[in-house]
């Protein structure tokens, strides 16, 4: 390309390899120097120690200037603009310093550390200070970083494209960590909108829209005891109890929402006492829309900074741990908005998306469905996982919308969606991505809890990968969520005719490790509250409240309950505002908190509520046909421990209500839902009761119980003391 042309190019912005042409070139008569640089008054190159070597001749008044050194000699550049003067290397004279292994890494999606290497990364070089900036856009004609370091100017710092992998990469002297910048690509059929990092491991707050480069700092981790231990904390014997939030509207500060500083300070004592052992957060990861809650993010390297920096982030998982809270994150590999400074075609293509609407397109969400089937894209969303759980300490994924992931046709009409290759409608793709990921953060993050929100009866998502399985640890219990919601919104007089909402989840029980899920999709949307679902007069209400809640925490699987659930929030859950915190000044709000609180203190201290969650063994019912009284009970069992539970779901108290046991001599009354310390009416059986040798249930034992009005009794066995 003759000098002439390669002007033409740089004033298009659209030269193919800048670095042909840019930079120091030996040509036999020394060193000759392009930098091209619109706008710029005049250039000087300077030695190491500042001295003026030469002032640069401008070849083009467009903003070319060029000079000659002896050979081999290094420089730096003074430039004058018309407001500023800047000292700086000159990027066109460093050579590629991206790896041809991480490349190959990347290409073939098995590199497991994409934000250690793409993305904004702070470094040195030669013992120069800058940024290396790496993208992926393999269709573009040519690619430059932008910012307030270059005016935002497109022409200054076209980067240099790496083949075969379509990686285009640059390193800027001297740009420092908290810059904001983007990339600006010009497509097939022209110049696309500036977008954001894919890999930005920092963001400006929205509205705004910018990457920041990072802060590359490690952070001073303060939780090695927690980590040691995490893998057995989190065994599927250990007792699992979930409180999930939004972290912008569990309670603001000084009428905003809270930094993450300032929740720890509330949040962390507040679920410790509650006894909750984990909370989950709706998705952190940056994402435009407040209104999306998190779920349709774009940043998915990097923690909002709706609260904080990514340093504040980690400093609020390090206190949970050191209180000794989990933390599991809401993560969304689905779909992806379709904001222009996003992914949607990012490089003039479909690139992360697939192309075909009918693959590519989520009619229901209006976002894009990611390309799993391309390395890539898989190895993208692969590392994205795997560096929440590495970079943040993050203790599980709760992996939203797979069913969605799973089927061609999800919520798609006939003739609108395009079948796999043996003609079928399983998402091949994603079914190769999600069984891969459970394998690989299974075999690199022991310990780590992987939660599918999976609401079709699609078999074995928590069965291992080896065993054919998808490989999660556990599913949400979809199936169990929607019955009993149902069954507890109904009167109480029409219960009868609704039984098998109550029982026909145990048919299924023990088919996958389950958690039984009371989320924000429950408490949105025109649903009202967990409370507001509840019939009856306001003491009926909160007596239903108070049943359901125990029978959740009595039933097989692991508990979830969205915040405000916990006390009784009477309005419909709101992101733009905060949880009624003054409704604990209230008795019956309190004695539902304190319930909350003593079923947690029990499902730790009672290996029968826990340890044998996904075993049928664990469970054993004994009445599950008295649909005239709408009276249940069963035995949760671990081992040699025993627990009984007898649910009364009418508001009739039923005196001498005989229930088979299993063991002859005391039974302790561990909890009564309808107890004074929780604003019942304090009726039912209380204190230690003793069986008699009257057969009951295919039992030899029974017990004669009082059964409170709505409520619920758990008993433990306490032989013939």
């Known amino acids: 390309m003759t000098p002439n042309l390669d002007l033409q190019h740089l004033q298009r912005a659209d030269h193919p390899d800048p670095f042909a042409y840019l930079g120091p070139h030996e040509d036999g008569g020394g060193r000759l120097v392009r930098v091209w640089l619109p706008g710029a008054l005049a250039v000087e190159l300077l030695s190491p120690r500042d001295e003026t070597l030469a002032a640069m001749d401008l070849a083009d008044a467009s903003g070319l200037f060029v000079a000659r050194l002896a050979e081999g000699r290094d420089y730096r550049l003074r430039i004058h603009w018309p407001d500023a003067e800047q000292l700086t290397e000159d990027p066109y004279a460093f050579g590629p310093s991206l790896s041809d292994l991480d490349l190959y890494l990347f290409a073939e999606g098995n590199h497991r550390q994409l934000g250690k290497c793409l993305g904004a990364q702070a470094m040195e070089i030669d013992g120069v200070p800058g940024v290396r900036f790496a993208v992926w856009a393999p269709n573009a004609r040519r690619v430059s970083v932008v910012g307030d370091f270059n005016g935002w100017d497109g022409r200054r710092h076209p980067m240099r494209l790496r083949y075969p992998s379509g990686v285009w990469e640059l390193f800027l002297p001297r740009v420092r960590p908290g810059e904001v910048y983007k990339y600006e690509l010009l497509g097939a059929e022209g110049l696309l909108p500036l977008k954001a990092d894919p890999l930005a491991l920092a963001t400006e707050a929205p509205p705004a829209t910018g990457s920041r480069v990072a802060d590359p700092t490690p952070f001073d981790w303060q939780d090695r005891d927690w980590m040691s231990r995490r893998a057995d904390q989190q065994a599927v014997s250990r007792p699992l109890s979930i409180y999930e939030l939004n972290a912008g509207s569990w309670q603001w500060v000084d009428e905003r929402a809270p930094r993450w500083s300032e929740l720890a300070e509330r949040l962390i004592p507040y679920v410790r006492d509650l006894g909750f052992t984990h909370i989950e957060l709706m998705p952190v990861m940056e994402h435009p829309f407040g209104g999306s809650w998190g779920y349709q993010p774009l940043s998915l390297f990097a ?95 709760r992996v939203d919308a797979v069913a969605s992931m799973l089927y061609r046709d999800y919520s798609r009409k006939e003739g609108e969606w395009i079948p796999n290759r043996h003609g079928g409608r399983e998402n091949l793709e994603a079914i190769e991505f999600l069984s891969h990921l459970n394998a690989v953060v299974a075999s690199e993050a022991p ?160 290996p029968a509520l826990h340890a044998w969650d996904e075993r049928a063994e664990g469970f054993h019912w004994l009445i599950g046909d008295d649909q005239r009284n709408s009276v249940f009970a069963w035995l949760r069992r671990a081992g040699d421990d025993c627990v009984l539970v007898v649910h ?71 032989g013939d003391s």
């Open 303 to 397: 923690p909002t900074a709706r609260y904080g920096s990514p340093a504040d982030f980690a400093g609020f998982v390090d206190r949970c741990h050191q209180a000794g809270l989990g933390v599991i994150l809401d993560w969304v590999p689905a779909h992806f908005p379709t904001d222009e400074h996003g992914l949607a075609h990012f490089d003039g293509t479909a690139l992360y998306e697939y192309a075909h609407p009918f693959e590519g397109f989520h009619q229901d969400w209006d976002t894009y469905i990611y390309n799993l089937g391309r390395s890539e894209v898989h190895g993208f969303m692969l590392a994205s996982a795997l560096h929440w759980l590495r970079e943040y300490h993050i203790d599980g994924l």
């Open 447 to 606: 310990g780590v809890l992987m939660i599918a929100e999976e609401s079709t009866a699609w078999p074995s998502v928590s069965r291992p990968t080896e065993e054919g399985g998808l490989g999660f640890s556990y599913k949400w219990n979809m199936g169990w969520m929607h019955d009993s919601l149902a069954y507890i919104r109904e009167d109480p007089v029409h219960r009868s005719f609704h039984h098998h909402r109550l029982t026909f989840g145990l048919l299924y029980a023990f088919s996958e490790r389950f958690i039984l899920p009371i989320s924000h999709d429950e408490v949105v949307h025109g649903k009202g509250s967990l409370l507001g679902k509840m019939p009856g007069d306001r003491w009926q209400q909160f007596a239903n409240l108070r049943l359901y809640l125990s029978m959740m925490w009595t039933h097989p699987g692991k508990k979830l309950l969205f915040m405000g659930c916990e006390f009784g929030q009477w309005r419909e859950w709101d992101h733009d505002g905060q949880l009624d915190w003054y409704l604990l000044r209230f008795a019956e709000h309190q004695g539902v908190q304190w319930l909350v609180r003593d079923l947690n203190r029990l499902l730790c201290e009672e």
């Open 648 to 718: 009364n779901f009418t508001p009739v108290p039923r005196s001498a209500y005989r229930v088979g046991v299993p063991l002859a001599g005391g039974w302790r009354v561990l909890l009564n839902s309808d107890a004074e310390p929780y604003a019942g009416s304090n009726a039912g059986s209380q204190g230690v009761l003793r069986s008699q040798p009257e057969a009951a249930h295919g039992q030899a034992q029974s017990l004669s119980l009082d059964l409170p009005p709505l409520g619920c009794l758990i008993l433990r066995p306490e």
